[in-house]
């Protein structure tokens, strides 16, 4: 298994361009998020999904965008990138259990704003 | 929202000795999570609590789930080189508490940095 994979690794945008990060996990898990992660601090959850079809905001989630029409896959939509926007992204996958959530996280995208 | 502390912020120890670090909450969880992050890559989970009280090994690391629900404690023994990172805690809440049951607070991360 590949776990949680992401793509890009790297990106740089330009104020107001757009883009997408994107998220695939092969664990069959119905549950996928989106965190950002800014120096020194936590994650912050931007959105997440509870299954093919169904998402939701999280704490952070102004700015952006998502979707989830397979089971396997989660993007993240950036419309009109802005400085503040500038992190560290990482999506996560769980199986929810009867006796709690464990999260797995894929490597992360680093995006720059300019 | 949830809040979680976690410290110290960071710790500087010599090889060979033992480390423990510790996350508050202001409210109770039902699960917690230690997550160690190595530079330019993503969190990987070391260790998950399920019960309050519950004591956890996982090699030289032990966490323990603390009886309040309002805290846990991370210790590594005998610190190797391979050890640096930050140290993430993380909880959710009480189940049957509604759609964020299953969501993840995190702390900000304990940076471990280990002198050979």
């Known amino acids: 298994n590949a776990g949680v994979t992401q793509t890009p690794k790297f990106r740089i945008l330009k104020i107001g361009q757009s883009m997408t990060l994107q998220c695939t996990q092969d664990?069959?898990?119905?549950?996928m998020y989106w965190y950002r992660q800014d120096p020194g601090m936590g994650l912050k959850l931007i959105y997440y999904s509870v299954g093919a079809g169904i998402t939701d905001k999280g704490e952070v989630p102004n700015g952006y965008n998502v979707s989830r029409s397979t089971t396997e896959d989660f993007p993240l939509r950036l419309e009109l990138a802005a400085p503040s926007q500038t992190s560290v992204y990482f999506c996560?996958?769980?199986?929810?259990?009867?006796?709690?959530?464990?999260?797995?996280f894929g490597p992360g995208t680093r995006l720059t704003v300019l | 929202g949830q809040q979680l502390n976690q410290s110290p912020q960071s710790m500087f120890i010599q090889e060979g000795e033992d480390v423990s670090m510790n996350c508050t909450s202001s409210s109770i969880f039902n699960t917690w999570l230690w997550y160690k992050q190595e530079p330019g890559e993503g969190p990987v989970l070391l260790i998950a609590l399920y019960k309050a009280g519950e004591l956890t090994s996982n090699g030289r690391l032990t966490a323990q789930f603390g009886i309040t629900r309002k805290d846990s404690f991370l210790n590594i023994s005998a610190s190797i080189p391979s050890d640096v990172g930050i140290y993430f805690c993380?909880?959710?809440?009480?189940?049957?508490?509604?759609?964020?049951?299953?969501?993840?607070?995190f702390g900000k991360g304990t940076k471990l940095s280990v002198i050979p």
């Open positions: 664990m069959n898990h119905n549950y």
């Open positions: 996560a996958s769980s199986y929810l259990l009867a006796s709690g959530n464990e999260q797995f």
């Open positions: 993380a909880g959710s809440p009480l189940k049957n508490s509604g759609a964020g049951s299953y969501q993840l607070t």
